[in-house]
């Protein structure tokens, strides 16, 4: 009789972005020197939904928090505590 293999560890990469001053104030200055005029000028004149026009803005935040502010990969394990893993991780 063999033995069946342990079910591997559920692991899953979380990417936590890092709320330090500076990283904020990167993130806020990125915000005032975006120019959001293709934006607010495509509602205006119609060529932008307002549902595309989000779509826009959440795709350039995106890229800010990618590239402009700080973060990090952690792995969470099945057995880790809840509290390793902060709250405002996103995945």
């Given at each position: 009789m063999t033995a069946e293999p342990?079910?591997?560890a559920t692991k899953?990469?979380?990417?936590c972005y890092d709320r330090s001053a500076v990283d904020l104030a990167r993130l806020s200055q990125f915000s005032?020197?975006?120019?959001?005029?293709g934006v607010v000028l495509g509602i205006h004149n119609g060529?932008?939904?307002v549902d595309q026009a989000f779509a826009d803005f959440i795709n350039v935040l995106?890229?800010?928090l990618e590239h402009?502010?700080?973060?990090?990969?952690v792995t969470?394990?099945?057995r880790d505590p809840p509290y390793f893993a902060p709250p405002t991780a996103v995945g």
């Open positions: 342990a079910a591997a899953k990469r979380v990417m005032c020197d975006y120019n959001w005029n060529t932008l939904s995106h890229y800010a402009v502010d700080g973060h990090r990969i969470v394990r099945e």
